[in-house]
C-alpha cells in the first residue's frame, strides 16, 4: 500500500534520471535485429499447428472426420474437443479474483462465431498442417444465431445453452453482466433541471492491428518442464490458466514474455497457449502457432460494441445536476472481459464530472458475433465518445463555449468521488480522492496551440469549412486493490545492479522507465541497472501490462526496493567509515567528516571480507488508490461539404500525467494513440455479412491511418506531483486515446453543423446530416 499522501511530496527538481531523456535499455538489440521476439527462435523437430475455425456463426457439430487429415505427410497430430475434458475458464488474463466470465472451452462441441475454434493440426510443415485442415470433415448442424443485441436478451436463440457456467449473469437471457448504481436521486434532480437532454450514441467493433500477430512457441526443456515463450501481456496468468486448463503443475511451467511487437489489450488474453502447449504435451515436440493477419481480424480480439443513452440534466449556468447512463455491451460470443470493460466505461465516464446525482444501467450480452476483450482505454473511449459529444450539444444549447462547460463540470482537486467506490473494475472499488489535478492548465494551454478562440467562432461559408472541437477526459493509474508488483534488486562487485521485475514491457519501454527509477533512488547511471523482466521463474510476481498499471504499480514496487538496497549500501558505508552520520551522494557514502566509500568499494568489503555476504532486496507494491491522469483533446479539422470527407489537420494533446518518467516515451505514448483514436473516429470498422461472417480482413479493406493519413500532432504535458506515486508519477499509456474521437465529432459540428453521434464517421453520415442524401 502507499505511504500517507501527505508524507510522499517530493522536490523533483534535481533528479537525475527520473524525467530525462534516456536511451531505451532493448534499444540495441532492436535496432541492430536481435533475436528478441517470440518468434526469433528455432528450435530442432518444431512442429507448426493452424487451427480450423468455424464457418457458422452457430452450430453444433455432429461429427468430425480427421482420417484423412492425419494421412497427410508430415502430420503429426490433430486435436478436437473429443481430445479433452469439459472444462469452462475465461480467456481473460485478470488477476484474481476472475471477473470474468468462465464460458470457454479449449476446443468445443458447439461453435458460436464465424472463426471459434474447431480443431487443430500440428505438422512438421505449416504447408502440411494447411493440407489437413482442407481435409477435416466436419458435419454441423446449422443454429439460428442472434447478431443483433438489442434483441439478445429477449430473444429464443441461446448463445450458450449449458447450465454450469459461472460468472454469467443470465445465461437464459444471453446476459453476460449487469450493473446497476446511483448516487443521489437522478429522478428528483432531473425535474428541479432547467434542461434535460437525452440523445442515444454508438460505437463499433474496432481491431489493434498490431504489427507482430499473437505467436507462441512451447518446448519442453531438458528437465522435462513446459516452456511458454509467447507474445503476451500476462504471462503469470498465462502460466495460471494453461495449468488449470491441462491440469498440469504450475512448478512445471515457465512462461517467458520476450520483446512485444505492441499489444494495445489484444494480448492481455490467453488466446492460443493453451492449445499451442497441448500439442507439446501430447506430442513431446516443440509447437508453434502463429495467427495470419486475417486470422487477427476475426479470430482474435477488439473493442466492444456498445450503444450508450446519455441523460443529463443541466442548470441554466451550465452546472450538470444528474447523469443517467444506460450501456448496452455486444460481447459477442464470449464474455471475456464483458463486465470489466463495461464497468470502465462507466466508472470513468461518469468519475470525471462533479454532478452529485448519477445512475447507470449497463448490460452486456451475447451474440454470435466476434469476440471482443481488451483494447487500449478498456471501455473508456466508449464512454467519453457520448459523454463528451453530449457535453458539445449542451454547449451548443446553453451558447456556452464548450471550454468553459468544461471548466465547471469536472472533478477537481479535493474532491471525493464516490461512484468509484461502486464502479471498481468488475466490482466495488475503493474510495477515490483526487489529490493532482491539472486540467485546467492542460485546457487552457490545448485552447492556445490549437487556436481556440479565432476558430471556434469564426464564420463557417464556403464549400469547404473548418471546425475545432475539444474534449476533456481522465483515466485511472492501475486497479485498486487488486493490481500489484514486486521487484528484486540484487548489488554486482562492480557496483552495478540487477533489477528483477515481473513487469510486462510490451514494447512501451517499461524496462527503461523502472531502470531509470532505480536509478534516481540508487544515484547510478541508468545503464548500471540491468533489467530482467517477465520471465515466470526469475522475475517475481505481477499482474501484467494492462489498466495502466506499469509506472503507478510496478514503478512503486521498483521505488521501493531499491530504497531497501540503498538503506543497506548507507548502513554498510557507515560500517565501514565506522560513522554513525553518512549520506549517498553520487554513488560515494560520504560520512560529516569528509570520509568517504565508494560503491565499489563496499561491494568488495562487504562480499570478501564477510561483513555482508550479498546486498539485495525485494519489495511488492499494491495500492488502493488509482489517481486518474487528466487529457484535453482540440481537432482542427475540414469538411468538404459536397463530398462529405473530412481531412484532420491538427491534433493537439495535452496531458496530467504527474512527474513524466520519461519525456520521449511518454510522447511516443501518445503519439501512438492518436493514430488508433483517428481511425476509430473516421474508418475503422469491422464489417459483417447477413451471415455473421467477416468481410474485410486485411488491411487494404480495415482502414487504420498509415503515415499518409497523418494530421500534425502536438503533444503537450503539465507538470503535477502525484503524492502516491513513484516520484509524482501517473499513468500516461491509455488516456491520449480517450479524446480523438469525440473531439473530431465536435469539429465536425463546429464546421458544417452536422451532429454525429455514430461512430466511425463517414462521408455518407455526413451528407445524410447535410441532408444532400
Known amino acids: 500500500m502507499n505511504d500517507k499522501k501527505e508524507d510522499k511530496k517530493e522536490d523533483n527538481a534535481e533528479m537525475k534520471y527520473v524525467g530525462k531523456k534516456t536511451a ?33 456463426a452457430h452450430a453444433h457439430i455432429k461429427s468430425i472426420d480427421t482420417s484423412v487429415a492425419k494421412k497427410v505427410p508430415g502430420v503429426k497430430l490433430v486435436l478436437t474437443h473429443e481430445d479433452f475434458d469439459l472444462h469452462y475458464y475465461t480467456t481473460a488474463g485478470q488477476g484474481y479474483p476472475e471477473p470474468s466470465s468462465r464460458d470457454t472451452r479449449i476446443l468445443d462441441s458447439t461453435v458460436r462465431f464465424v472463426g471459434d475454434r474447431v480443431a487443430v493440426v500440428a505438422a512438421d510443415t505449416i504447408a502440411a498442417a494447411e493440407e489437413a485442415i482442407e481435409k477435416i470433415k466436419v458435419e454441423y448442424e446449422v443454429l439460428e444465431a442472434i447478431f443483433d443485441p438489442r434483441e439478445s436478451m429477449t430473444s429464443k436463440i441461446l448463445v450458450h445453452e449449458q447450465s454450469d457456467l459461472t460468472m454469467v449473469h443470465d445465461h437464459k437471457r444471453n446476459l453476460i453482466a449487469e450493473l446497476k448504481a446511483e448516487l443521489g436521486d437522478v429522478e428528483t434532480a432531473m425535474k428541479g433541471c432547467d434542461h434535460v437532454f437525452e440523445e442515444e450514441y454508438s460505437v463499433p467493433y474496432a481491431q489493434q492491428s498490431h504489427i507482430e500477430p499473437h505467436i507462441v512457441v512451447t518446448w519442453f526443456d531438458e528437465h522435462n518442464r513446459l516452456i511458454i515463450r509467447t507474445a503476451t501481456q500476462v504471462p503469470f496468468h498465462v502460466r495460471r490458466i494453461v495449468a488449470e486448463v491441462l491440469n498440469f503443475p504450475v512448478g512445471r511451467i515457465r512462461v517467458i514474455k520476450p520483446r512485444i511487437g505492441g499489444g494495445f489489450g489484444s494480448k492481455q488474453e490467453i488466446l492460443n497457449e493453451e492449445l499451442c502447449a497441448a500439442i507439446t504435451l501430447k ?10 493477419r486475417e486470422e487477427e481480424l476475426y479470430a482474435a480480439r477488439s473493442r466492444h460494441p456498445q450503444i450508450l443513452k446519455v441523460r443529463m440534466g443541466v442548470k441554466d449556468d451550465g452546472f450538470i445536476e444528474a447523469i443517467d447512463l444506460n450501456i448496452l455491451e455486444n460481447g459477442g460470443a464470449y464474455g471475456t472481459h464483458s463486465l470489466t470493460v463495461m464497468s470502465v466505461t462507466a466508472n470513468k465516464a461518469l468519475s470525471f464530472y462533479a454532478a452529485p446525482h448519477k445512475k447507470l444501467l449497463g448490460q452486456a450480452v451475447y451474440t454470435n458475433m466476434s469476440v471482443p476483450g481488451a483494447y487500449r482505454g478498456y471501455g473508456a473511449p466508449q464512454g467519453f465518445f457520448a459523454m463528451e459529444v453530449m457535453l458539445d450539444e449542451i454547449a451548443a444549447k446553453l451558447k456556452i463555449d464548450p471550454t468553459e462547460l468544461r471548466h465547471k463540470n469536472y472533478v477537481k482537486e479535493g474532491d471525493d468521488v464516490p461512484i468509484a467506490k461502486i464502479l471498481g473494475e468488475g466490482g466495488e472499488g475503493y474510495p477515490m480522492v483526487i489529490y493532482t489535478s491539472g486540467m485546467a492548465d492542460c485546457i487552457e494551454e490545448g485552447k492556445k496551440l490549437i487556436d481556440w ?35 528484486f534488486i540484487k548489488m554486482n562487485e562492480d557496483a552495478s545492479f540487477n533489477l528483477l521485475a515481473g513487469a510486462t514491457d510490451i514494447g512501451t519501454g517499461s524496462d527503461t522507465m523502472i531502470a531509470q527509477i532505480a536509478a534516481e533512488v540508487l544515484e547510478v547511471p541508468v545503464e548500471k541497472i540491468i533489467v530482467y523482466s517477465s520471465d515466470t521463474d526469475m522475475t517475481p510476481f505481477d499482474t501484467g501490462a494492462y489498466a ?37 551522494e553520487n554513488g ?40 486518474p491522469p487528466f487529457n484535453t483533446t482540440f481537432a482542427d479539422i475540414e469538411v468538404d461539404t459536397e463530398t462529405g470527407i473530412v481531412r484532420v489537420h491538427k491534433i493537439v494533446s495535452v496531458s496530467d500525467a504527474g512527474q513524466i518518467i520519461n519525456p520521449q516515451m511518454a510522447e511516443g505514448q501518445v503519439e501512438g494513440a492518436i493514430p488508433q483514436s483517428l481511425g476509430y473516429a473516421l474508418s475503422e470498422f469491422m464489417v459483417f455479412d447477413d451471415k455473421g461472417a467477416p468481410i474485410n480482413t486485411n488491411f487494404f479493406d480495415y482502414h487504420i491511418h498509415t503515415t499518409i493519413d497523418m494530421p500534425e500532432i502536438v503533444v503537450k504535458f503539465v507538470h503535477t506531483d502525484e503524492p502516491t506515486g513513484p516520484f509524482g ?11 480523438p474521437a469525440p473531439a473530431i465529432a465536435n469539429a465536425i459540428y463546429n464546421a458544417c453543423g452536422v451532429r454525429i453521434r455514430e461512430l466511425p464517421i463517414t462521408p455518407e453520415k455526413i451528407l445524410q446530416g447535410l441532408g444532400k442524401i
Not at 540495441?28 to 457458422?56: C, E
Not at 476558430?455 to 476533456?472: A, F, H
Not at 501517473?730 to 480517450?738: F, R
Open 24 to 56: 531505451r535499455v532493448d534499444g540495441l538489440a532492436l535496432v541492430s535485429g536481435q533475436p528478441v521476439f517470440a518468434d526469433d527462435i528455432k528450435l530442432r523437430n518444431m512442429l507448426h499447428a493452424k487451427i480450423l475455425h468455424s464457418p457458422h
Open 283 to 292: 506430442t513431446g515436440q516443440p509447437a508453434r502457432i502463429e495467427y495470419t
Open 453 to 487: 478562440d479565432k476558430l471556434y467562432s469564426e464564420e463557417k461559408t464556403g464549400r469547404v469549412r473548418r471546425g475545432v472541437g475539444m474534449i476533456g477526459c481522465g483515466q485511472g493509474s492501475g486497479i485498486p486493490g487488486i493490481d500489484m508488483a514486486a521487484a
Open 548 to 584: 495502466s498499471s506499469t509506472t503507478y504499480i510496478s514503478g512503486g514496487a521498483v521505488k521501493k526496493a531499491a530504497e531497501k538496497v540503498k538503506q543497506q549500501i548507507l548502513d554498510m558505508g557507515k560500517k565501514l567509515l565506522k560513522v554513525e552520520e553518512a549520506k549517498i
Open 588 to 627: 560515494n557514502v560520504i560520512a560529516n567528516d569528509g570520509q568517504s566509500v565508494s560503491y565499489e568499494e563496499i561491494c568488495t568489503k562487504a562480499f570478501y571480507t564477510h561483513e555482508q555476504h550479498q546486498i539485495m532486496a525485494n519489495a511488492s507494491h499494491m495500492s488502493y488508490d488509482s489517481p
Open 729 to 739: 508519477a501517473k499513468a500516461i499509456a491509455e488516456i491520449p486515446i480517450n479524446g
